[in-house]
């Protein structure tokens, strides 16, 4: 590999699983040749800055790359500005760039993954986005395989890619032009919905990257089984399962391989079987309610409606 792409870490407030996203990236393979730029959120008030200030006196001692880079943000810009102008600065001076937030554990061979796929795909600019998790978990099929949904746990891109990124203000422009019949594919017909995030403000800046790719008719890679672990779901900004146990259980909760995989070799071209599979991965965005779960979704359905 000629060029090792550098790492941008966002981080606000969760010193504890920062430290671990930390640790987990140290242990790779290839950590001690990697640039790290760690882009540090500011706090809305006395609580979080509290937090925000342990966090960053943790980072201060960081080692075990080539560089270490702190970018500390003097006041709270929240998790899409922050994502969306860090990783435009960086892409400003590299080509390429792996993307992570600070609740991501990964396999020791996710960035040697992540490089080698960046580096094969350069080219092949169909090819928008390197994904280090898969919602599947089909081994049978071989190390890696090419959907139009991306994962943002753990990912990467180049520079020319993210020039096709727009961060959308409302739900009208980030439809315009868009067909029913668009509309089916990017939520698998109603199963995967993710454009209720659109509702919200800021826009998630990671649905907006979904529809750009989906806008350029863009491919994502993927490992057949996921080389990192998600250990922020219950206090994530986008995310929260804290009831998860209670109702059911969290389909994509699955240990990382801890073996390499072989980059290339498969067509770039979607899957009709994977798509078919991905219909039923992302319903209820993976979570599989018991008993329990499905009669509290029905009362909390039921008191929504009553509103």
């Not at 504890?16 to 290839?30: F, G, M, P, S, V």
């Not at 640039?35 to 809305?44: A, H, T």
């Not at 790359?65 to 899409?80: S, T, W």
């Amino acid at each position: 590999m000629k060029t090792l792409a550098p790492v941008i870490l966002f981080v606000y407030n969760r010193a504890d699983n920062t430290a671990k996203t930390i640790e987990h990236l140290q242990r790779n393979y290839l950590s001690q040749d990697t640039e790290l730029y760690v882009f540090s959120d500011g706090g809305r008030d006395d609580a979080s800055w509290q937090a925000v200030n342990e966090v960053r006196a943790m980072l201060k001692g960081v080692t075990g790359f080539k560089r270490v880079n702190i970018i500390e943000r003097p006041c709270n810009f929240y998790l899409e500005r922050n994502v969306i102008e860090g990783i435009t600065e960086v892409l400003s001076t590299h080509d390429r760039a792996i993307i992570m937030e600070d609740d991501i554990c990964t396999s020791p061979y996710f960035l040697t993954y992540m490089n080698e796929a960046l580096e094969l795909y350069k080219e092949e600019e169909r090819v928008m986005h390197i994904a280090g998790f898969t919602n599947l978990d089909v081994t049978e099929l071989g190390d890696t395989y090419f959907t139009p949904h991306m994962s943002g746990w753990g990912w990467a891109t180049w520079s020319d890619r993210w020039l096709k990124f727009k961060h959308y203000t409302s739900r009208e422009e980030a439809l315009a032009g868009l067909s029913q019949y668009d509309i089916n594919r990017i939520t698998y017909n109603g199963n995967f919905p993710c454009l209720g995030s659109l509702d919200r403000n800021p826009i998630p800046w990671d649905i907006c990257w979904e529809l750009a790719i989906y806008r350029n008719n863009g491919l994502c890679l993927h490992p057949t089984h996921t080389l990192l672990k998600n250990i922020g779901l219950v206090s994530g900004t986008h995310f929260g399962f804290k009831n998860g146990k209670l109702f059911g259980w969290y389909e994509f909760d699955r240990p990382f391989s801890t073996h390499k995989i072989k980059v290339g070799g498969i067509p770039i071209e979607e899957n009709a079987d994977i798509e078919a599979q991905y219909a039923i991965a992302l319903k209820d965005h993976g979570m599989r309610y018991n008993l329990l779960g499905r009669i509290a979704r029905r009362l909390y359905r039921w008191a929504k409606g009553k509103k």
